[in-house]
């Protein structure tokens, strides 16, 4: 398997391989850039078909979260690991201590936290052998309430401020009263995200293969429900994917007929240049690793113990990051993902600058 000629490679720092035989464990652990601080990723567990796609996967992924720190602005490099599994039945106790022993060898320079197919439960697993796990423990947020450390709602906030930035920039309006919103995904996410825009006035037509969800945001914000492919199709302003990657490609992207794409998934555009063709078609398109760090943001500030307060006005920069993004785009004529990447790429170099 090759690693450096991989077309996903692209200067990353380290890419180690865990196995552990008795535990069943096969797993990578990816650092793309730890210049701006220790990379912090998820920790992702996948049925994948061959070692070549988790390493893809794992690639790709570190490198999106070097992007994502560096323009939310906090002290983090990126990284990403993934175990070869299926989480529905691949689980054990023994797989996630071996895990936790394989991200204790990099004493730190990875953090773990959840992503796709993985718990708070696994990740307290892996936390027995390895302090170097984020957003496990419980804390008092804004409110006073004891929540656990799920992520999901800061980074639902910060897709709420992101959408307000795009409404302001490409339909000159303050409010999102009135505005028609799509959304793919009523999880984690998409749901509090959905909670968020009813409250600000917004209509909604939402999409989920689990249809109790579909049930309860028709019950608790009056959406109005879609098939999947129905979605591509509706006219309204703002289309929020918040379910999974790769879904803007040629052929969805031929039928869209919203005005901005504004939403929490990871690697929302299949391959870059469809970026290019969202914004050739007029779309404004709000890059996902920008529009959806809230939660980065909130595990960067619990792991320092920083007051709840100050993650809140943190997330709710991310509108600025987004507004000087769309203005450089329009003056430039580029599509915004260009725009993220070589603003993000300008502080990796920068901070390589000051180093050497
Ligand atoms: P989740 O698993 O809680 O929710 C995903 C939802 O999408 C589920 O309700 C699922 O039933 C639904 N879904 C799956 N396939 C679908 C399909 N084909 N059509 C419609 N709905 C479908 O995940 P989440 O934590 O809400 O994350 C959503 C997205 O945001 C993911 O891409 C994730 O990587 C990304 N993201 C999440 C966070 C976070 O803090 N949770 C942070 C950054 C990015």
């Given at each position: 398997m090759s690693v450096f000629s991989?077309?996903?490679?692209?200067?990353?720092?380290n890419v180690v391989f865990g196995y552990d035989q008795d535990a069943g464990l096969r797993a990578i652990i990816a650092i793309h850039n730890s210049q701006l601080g220790p990379a912090l990723g998820g920790c992702r567990m996948y049925p994948y078909a061959s070692e070549q796609d988790a390493l893809r996967d794992v690639l790709r992924l570190s490198k999106g979260m070097s992007y994502k720190a560096a323009l939310a602005g906090v002290a983090l490099g990126g990284g990403k690991s993934v175990i070869m599994g299926d989480p529905r039945k691949d689980k054990s106790r023994h797989l996630f201590e071996a895990m936790g022993r394989f991200v204790d060898t990099l004493s730190g320079k990875y953090i773990a936290a959840q992503d796709m197919g993985l718990n708070v439960q696994d990740l307290e697993q892996i936390a027995t052998q390895s302090e170097?796990?984020?957003?496990?423990r419980h804390r008092v947020d804004e409110l006073g309430n004891l929540r656990a450390g799920d992520p999901s709602p800061a980074t639902a906030l910060g897709v709420f401020c992101g959408i307000k930035a795009a409404v302001k920039s490409?339909?000159?309006?303050?409010?999102?009263?009135?505005i028609r919103v799509s959304i793919q995904g009523l999880g984690h996410v998409g749901y509090h995200l959905a909670r968020l825009l009813h409250e600000a006035g917004a209509r909604l037509w939402v999409t989920d293969i689990d249809k109790a969800r579909e049930s309860d945001a028709i019950r608790e914000f009056g959406a109005i429900a879609v098939n999947v492919g129905e979605l591509y199709h509706l006219e309204v302003d703002v289309f929020c994917p918040?379910?999974?990657?790769?879904?803007?490609d040629d052929q969805t992207i031929a039928c869209l007929q919203v005005k901005i794409i504004a939403g929490a998934?990871?690697?929302?555009?299949?391959?870059?240049k469809h970026g290019a063709d969202l914004h050739d078609k007029g779309i404004l398109y709000a890059p996902d690793y920008v529009i959806n760090a809230g939660g980065l943001i909130d595990l960067f500030y619990f792991d320092h113990g920083k007051p709840a307060a100050d993650v809140k006005n943190h997330v709710e920069n991310i509108a600025n990051t987004l507004a000087d993004i769309f203005m450089a785009s329009s003056r430039k004529n580029l599509a915004t993902n260009i725009i993220a990447d070589e603003m993000a790429a300008a502080r990796f170099q920068f901070s390589y600058a000051q180093a050497s």
């Open positions: 991989s077309p996903d490679f692209d200067q990353h720092e170097y796990v984020s957003g496990i490409k339909l000159n309006r303050n409010e999102l009263e009135g918040c379910a999974m990657g790769a879904i803007l998934a990871n690697n929302q555009l299949l391959e870059s």
